[in-house]
């Protein structure tokens, strides 16, 4: 849990927020406010709690291996209270990218303003903000137009403008019952995305996005044993893409993209999901919650792709006596329509089997359309052992299943052979198609009949005090996968026939994939709350391994698909984080939150297509995928804020002293004059990490000042070259290099006024 010095160290930028969040839970964390999932985060001063719940054995849980982020907003039933923020960076601070041949253009301009309070004092409160980004960044272009030819490097300057207004009513019912409603409405618009790397400037579009949700959850409890939670979250998103250029693409794999970006359209859905929940207890010792999840969505796309054509060139020598290896151009109508349901139920039991055992055993099932399979049981373990007065081991075992997600279906739909097909044409002439060339029949994308994959987890860890204010902590994670969704083009050439003559590639996806990860996980966290000094520092060790990166990624060959298991791109061996929270001299608080990682892999390709199945990404004998290594990283992030008291003290109470709950758990404060109390779901304490019993969250006002916090906020302090996008293709001019780096060295200052 992070003390309220630790939340005030976080950027004040809600999507920088999320990042820091994510970064100190590690790889594959997912960030849940009050409940629900997505959505932008709650300006700091609405945020009363961040918890970190590595128990991902409840079977109230759909996902495997993940920590949770959860955190909990703050209600506004005491006094009114507000904050507001502005912060500027430009390039005038900022370092130069090791790939931009001048100092790259970039600003943010960034504001919010939050204000909460009661509408009936210690009954209804009511929170809104509103907050904005007007910011521009570069990224840089490294490409190569002619063998001869020096690299081109260059900037592409693109925008990202964005506006929200969020507003919440939280109102008691009764002495044990809350209802809270939440809008929040986002617009943003992007220019000039699609240029970078090898793409050069026409190849640029933008995006216009606008998201409506509301949010309803209500909690409270039914005679004297029984607490329910109730969950509705309605969703709706519009967005758009619009190209620069509607001329047909030209790319020489790995050497430079130009042409238009043949993508334009729009998309459209709209989303319910609702959740009941209840707990209850059965004699003494078992405490029990059980619960059922809906989700279910509508969409309406006319997004299409590849609209002006594609040529694909396999070197430059090739480009320059115009001998283009394939043409594909996409036709037909683009407009889907289709929509999708989710179901699960669960049930759990918590339970104390001796007096330093504590053991949990649940089962869930889930259900959804497009798929075959209907009983989807999941049962799961998880216990917590007291070895000693020092030493807690906990452990767990558990079946998770995957979701066939909607962006998956429609491709199947969309290019079903009726609506659209894709027309590929080998060895075509350049500049025109016309009677040159072999003309495949049409290429569909289609779904075999799928099932769930299946997910395998168990994990063991051992928690135990070195010293008073310091303990350690060690975990392993192992997770086994089969049914994993995969893309297999079944109508690819053998010996240069394909099976079904009167189609060309038929891509299917199919469940036929595995996937394994082993994690081991050191944690070393030191606390004095007296002197308000934090620390963390967390490595880990680990291995990731899968069939494919994507559910729509092709094999470098279709007739063998299981050639391709190998490293994951995920498979980054070593990691390690360190966050430090401390106050220094004069007053000023500093922050640091680092984070050092090995290299990623990257697949080493011949370049060229022997296997005739017209993707380009062919390995040589013996060369396994993603057999080759990038760079190493380092992130290092500084905030140093200093802050201002002054106005003297708001009427009402002070806060009240931390108090543990009934049970254990997370300490909640003894209500006081301005404050109502909420039964609230435990996240802490419970076996295999993390404990799922009812607790108690306070909602109060507290005594509050004036308070003006000036900072300065430094990503990649040490200006460290993180290099990405490391070339595999062995018929590039820049095969084995990286041709860009992550941002270098940025500043931003700014301000927060709150009362």
Excluded: C
Excluded at 639 to 649: D, L, Q, T, V
Excluded at 656 to 679: D, E, K, L, N, S
Excluded at 707 to 712: E, G, H, K, Q
């Amino acid at each position: 849990t992070l003390t309220a010095d630790e939340i005030d160290a976080l950027s004040d930028d809600p999507d920088e927020m999320a990042d820091q969040l994510a970064q100190m839970a590690g790889p594959g964390a997912q960030i849940f406010v009050d409940g629900f999932r997505g959505g932008r985060l709650p300006p700091k001063d609405q945020i009363q709690q961040v918890r970190f719940n590595s128990n991902s054995f409840s079977s109230e849980y759909h996902d495997a291996g993940q920590v949770r982020v959860e955190i909990i907003t703050r209600p506004g039933m005491g006094n009114w209270r507000g904050r507001g923020n502005v912060g500027f960076r430009d390039e005038a601070l900022n370092a130069r990218n090791a790939f931009a041949p001048t100092k790259e253009p970039t600003q943010q301009q960034r504001f919010n303003l939050s204000m909460q309070g009661p509408l009936v004092k210690g009954r209804t409160g009511v929170s809104f903000g509103v907050d904005g980004n007007l910011s521009y960044d570069s990224r840089t272009i490294r490409a190569q137009s002619s063998p001869s030819s020096a690299p081109v490097a260059g900037l592409a300057k693109n925008t990202n403008d964005g506006l929200g207004f969020n507003a919440r009513v939280d109102h008691s019912i009764g002495s044990n019952g809350q209802l809270r409603l939440e809008f929040d409405h986002r617009m943003n618009d992007r220019e000039n995305l699609g240029v970078g790397d090898f793409d050069l400037p026409e190849r640029g579009y933008d995006t216009r996005q606008v998201n409506d949700s509301f949010r309803l959850r209500s909690t409270g409890v039914i005679g004297r044993k029984v607490f329910r939670e109730t969950k509705l979250e309605w969703t709706r998103s519009d967005g758009s893409t619009s190209p620069y250029s509607e001329l047909p693409t030209l790319r020489v794999n790995d050497a430079f993209t130009s042409g238009g970006a043949g993508q334009i359209g729009t998309r459209t859905s709209h989303e319910i999901e609702f959740a009941q929940n209840i707990d209850f207890t059965v004699g003494r010792r078992h405490s029990l919650r059980a619960g059922v999840l809906v989700e279910a969505g509508r969409w309406r796309s006319t997004q299409q792709q590849n609209t002006n054509g594609v040529y694909v060139f396999t070197s430059l020598a090739n480009y320059q006596l115009g001998i283009p290896a394939t043409y594909t151009l996409r036709v037909g109508d683009p407009l889907v329509e289709y929509s999708q349901v989710k179901a699960g139920w669960f049930i759990q039991d918590d339970f104390r089997l001796a007096k330093t055992l504590s053991v949990s055993v649940g089962l869930r099932q889930e259900v959804q359309t497009q798929v075959r399979d209907r009983l989807n049981l999941a049962p799961r373990a998880a216990f917590t052992w007291n070895a000693s007065r020092k030493t807690t081991v906990r452990g767990g075992y558990g079946l998770f299943y995957d979701w066939y997600e909607s962006n998956l279906h429609e491709q199947t739909l969309r290019v079903d052979g009726q609506r659209q097909v894709d027309i590929v044409v080998r060895d075509p002439l350049f500049p025109s198609t016309a009677g040159g060339g072999e003309v495949l029949p049409p290429s569909i994308v289609r779904a075999a009949s799928l099932g769930q994959p299946i997910i395998q987890q168990a994990s063991i860890g051992v928690d135990r005090p070195l010293a008073a204010t310091v303990s350690l902590r060690a975990d392993y994670l192992m997770t086994r996968g089969s049914g994993a969704l995969r893309s297999v083009n079944v109508n690819a050439p053998v010996n240069g026939v394909r099976p079904v003559a009167s189609a060309g590639n038929i891509t299917e996806i199919q469940s036929t994939g595995r996937r394994s990860s082993d994690r081991l996980t050191l944690s070393l966290n030191a606390r004095h709350d007296r002197l308000r000094i934090f620390s963390n520092v967390m490595y880990q060790l680990a291995s990731v391994r899968n069939h494919a990166d994507s559910a729509t990624a092709l094999p470098s060959d279709s007739t063998n698909p299981d050639v391709d298991w190998g490293p994951s791109m995920q498979d980054i061996r070593h990691r390690l984080f360190v966050n430090v929270n401390a106050p220094i001299p004069y007053g000023i608080r500093l922050g640091l939150n680092m984070q050092m990682a090995s290299a990623a892999p990257y697949t080493i390709t011949t370049g060229r297509d022997v296997n005739g199945d017209t993707v380009f990404n062919d390995r040589a004998p013996g060369v396994g995928r993603n057999s080759g290594r990038g760079a190493g990283s380092i992130n290092a992030g500084l905030r140093i804020n200093k802050s201002f008291g002054f106005g003297g003290a708001a009427a009402g109470p002070g806060r009240p002293p931390m108090m543990p709950p009934p049970g254990g758990g997370a300490a909640f404060r003894t209500p006081g004059a301005g404050t109502a109390v909420a039964a609230q779901r435990g996240m802490g304490g419970g076996p295999g990490g993390g404990g799922d019993g009812p607790q108690i969250m306070i909602m109060e006002g507290g005594n509050q000042r004036y308070r003006l916090d000036i900072y300065a906020q430094i990503s990649n302090v040490f200006n460290y070259v993180n290099y990405n996008t490391f070339v595999g293709n062995q018929l590039s001019p820049f095969f084995g290099q990286a041709t860009s780096a992550g941002a270098p060295r940025r500043i931003e200052v700014g301000l927060s006024l709150g009362l």
